[in-house]
């Protein structure tokens, strides 16, 4: 119900809280930046290079520092992702069909159309590979920026975002699933399905220990990393298994999505980060017109929010649906989708093993990403009605939709 006064003035902090993953993040590849171009340059490279093992002597795992960072560490990252998927899709923005078929549509083109945009500039040169670069939100980013505008930003318009970028999400799964698996060994992918078999066993009755879903997880993740699949889809399978309410009303699943937050948000994602995210600045203006730079960059920065604003009207048009806001407001929510940053250096890693073509890769996720997040601000800023204009709804939830209270579970 709407109040008859003005929302009170807001506590100006420094930093809001939603917005310290995304302030992490930068800071983590701008502490890249510098290690590569300084004299720890070597040391840098060097460590992610060592090898480690993990395992049994004789029959575990070798694998670069870096490598463990991207397919081990990376897989923890996408069983939050998981969890959040299934959540949203359960109870959250996608539960309603009705009501998730903008966002879907949204979401499909503002991948669609910055992977056409890729293929236009890189696919003549041999670079056609990397074109699912540009088609990923990062979603702590983006909503990290969102969040410094505060209750500028109407419930309507947060949520639509959050669903385009699980959606997205969900998207660059399948795409790293399907597109990304260079060769498969039939013997290890069987072995995979039987531990997924035993997943769905335990799924099926309930089983409340998280314990129990994260060592089958490993165990899933060794025999699909063995098979030739990426590993980090252990992640979310195991993620889609864990249920969202057992046989006590209690619920595993946001236990589990409370329990990892803070390690993925603070710890995994900013690793990840200062581990892909370093360019060598040194000749890097040769690398301003590369086919990848720009494929990558114009994706982000121009494909997500042409897609995503097409699709939206088209889908509103078809459906009889009313948008989340003006078209000047879905303009900037569009634009902060071409954050790719985090999702789209995973892709590029995997897209393109040649160590040559880091930096093209690296500087388009960058320049695509900073110009969607200071081109959303923008715009956003100049459409949203001033702070002392709202009006503050009852049912308003003034909670960012990554920052969630701890669940109410017994423990």
């Known amino acids: ?32 930046m510098l290690i590569v171009n300084s004299p720890l340059a070597d040391l840098y490279h060097a460590i992610l290079e060592t090898n480690i093992t993990v395992g049994p002597t004789g029959g575990g795992i070798e694998m670069k520092l870096a490598y463990w960072i991207k397919n081990g560490l990376m897989a923890v990252f996408f069983l939050f992702v998981g969890l959040e998927l299934k959540r949203e ?16 549509m949204a979401a499909i083109g ?31 980013f983006a909503l990290g920026v969102l969040s410094l505008l505060g209750k500028r930003v109407p419930p309507a318009l947060k949520a639509f975002l959050l669903a ?56 899933l993740w060794v025999f699909l990393h063995q098979s030739g699949v990426s590993g980090t889809l252990a992640g979310v399978l195991v993620g ?25 948000l603070f710890g995994i994602m900013p690793l990840f980060a200062f581990a892909f995210a370093g360019v060598e600045l040194s000749g890097l203006h040769a690398y301003f017109t590369h ?4 494929g990558a960059g114009f994706g982000l920065m121009m494909g997500k929010p042409l897609g995503i604003l097409a699709t939206s009207l088209l889908a509103a048009t078809l459906m009889k649906a009313k948008l989340p806001g003006s078209m000047f407001q879905l303009l900037g929510i569009a634009c902060l989708a071409g954050i790719g940053f985090t999702m789209s250096l995973f892709i590029g890693a995997l897209a393109f093993k040649d160590p040559s073509l880091a930096t093209p890769t690296r500087l388009g996720v960058y320049a695509g990403s900073v110009i969607s997040a200071f081109l959303g601000l923008f715009i956003l800023a100049q459409a949203l009605p001033a702070a002392d204009k709202i009006m503050v709804t009852d049912e308003e939830d003034e909670t960012a939709p990554f920052i969630k209270p701890e669940p109410d579970y017994e423990a």
């Open 291 to 294: 086919p990848i730079t720009l």
């Open 164 to 219: 385009v970028a699980v959606v997205d999400d969900l998207g660059a799964i399948v795409i790293v699933a399907v597109f990304y698996t260079e060769h498969l060994i039939s013997l290890h992918l069987m072995q995979a399905g039987v531990v997924m078999g035993f997943l769905l066993l335990i799924n099926h009755f309930k089983v409340k220990s998280i314990t129990a879903y994260i060592l089958l997880g490993v165990v």
């Open 89 to 104: 899709i359960l109870e959250g923005q996608l539960s309603n069909p009705a009501a998730a078929a903008l966002p879907i």
């Open 110 to 140: 503002g991948m669609a159309v910055p992977a056409m945009i890729f293929l236009f500039f890189a696919k003549a040169d041999g670079y056609g590979h990397g074109w699912a670069i540009p088609a990923a939100t990062d979603i702590a």
């Open 240 to 264: 889609s298994c864990i249920p969202l309410h057992d046989a006590y009303g209690q619920s595993p699943l946001l236990r589990a999505e409370h329990s990892l937050r803070p390690w993925v």
């Open 1 to 32: 119900m709407m109040t008859s006064l003005p929302q009170q003035p807001e506590k100006h902090n420094f930093l809001p809280v939603e917005a310290i993953p995304g302030v992490l993040l930068m800071a983590a590849a701008a502490s890249a």
